[in-house]
């Protein structure tokens, strides 16, 4: 009964394919955050879209790649990971300033 | 940058006993404090948040405490239940226009013992 649906649930990808995660909300929050979290360790932020616009990448590698194509939007384009790239993939959403994130469950990435 | 320390890393409690988890923080600039709850497996989920204009925040069996001079904030359950059990996530937000950039704890496991 999640408000931020990713897409999809799991995802195991060799070194050399490439794929997108993707997640939706329709909630009207205009800020959506990619967030990387390893077993045990807290989320850790990838990118933030504020108004469909990149405003934080965190140095993220280039194999890692954001689109939002609208508000309601937005991808991870995957390709050529690391084994070390296997991680949950958080997606939230906030109303912006003074709002709390809401998070989708997530996108669990194997790479072999 | 914002630096978030939570102590500590694990904690065992018997049901009806309270659990305190306690975080601290860097950036003054800091205004909006959360704490998320994250289920084995699952998403975390925002349980309760305080603002820096406030020092205290009560709901239900769950508070949370501020103090802004120290920069500390803690996490307060009464009356702890085995559903309790989960990883807990403090997290200090400064703004940033339209959106957020929080930084998280380290997190608490948190077991309650039957």
């Known amino acids: 009964d999640t408000e931020v649906t990713q897409t999809p649930k799991h995802l195991v990808m060799g070194m050399t394919n490439k794929k997108s995660l993707k997640c939706e909300q329709h909630m009207g929050h205009r800020a959506m955050y990619w967030y990387k979290q390893k077993a045990k360790k807290p989320p850790e932020l990838m990118f933030v879209?504020?108004?469909?616009?990149?405003?934080i990448n965190e140095s993220v590698p280039s194999r890692f790649s954001p689109e939002c194509p609208n508000s309601s939007l937005l991808n991870l384009h995957l390709h050529a990971l690391q084994p070390e790239d296997s991680a949950l993939y958080l997606c939230?959403?906030?109303?912006?300033?003074?709002?709390?994130?809401?998070f989708g469950n997530g996108t669990r990435l194997t790479v072999t | 940058g914002e630096n978030v320390e939570q102590h500590p890393s694990t904690l065992s409690v018997q049901e009806g006993d309270s659990a305190v988890i306690k975080c601290t923080y860097s950036?003054?600039?800091?205004?909006?404090f959360p704490w998320y709850k994250q289920e084995l497996g699952k998403r975390p989920q925002l349980i309760i948040d305080?603002?820096?204009?406030?020092g205290e925040k009560k709901d239900q069996r769950i508070a949370v405490t501020l103090n802004k001079t120290a920069k500390h904030f803690s996490l307060h359950i009464t009356e702890t239940q085995p559903e309790d059990s989960a990883v807990y996530f403090c997290?200090?937000?400064?703004?940033?226009?339209?959106?957020?950039?929080?930084?998280f704890g380290t997190g608490t496991k948190l077991q309650v013992i039957p």
């Open positions: 950036d003054s600039a800091s205004n909006y």
């Open positions: 879209y504020s108004y469909e616009k990149l405003s």
């Open positions: 997290a200090a937000r400064a703004n940033s226009g339209g959106y957020q950039k929080v930084t």
């Open positions: 305080i603002r820096s204009n406030v």
């Open positions: 939230a959403s906030s109303q912006g300033r003074g709002s709390p994130l809401h």
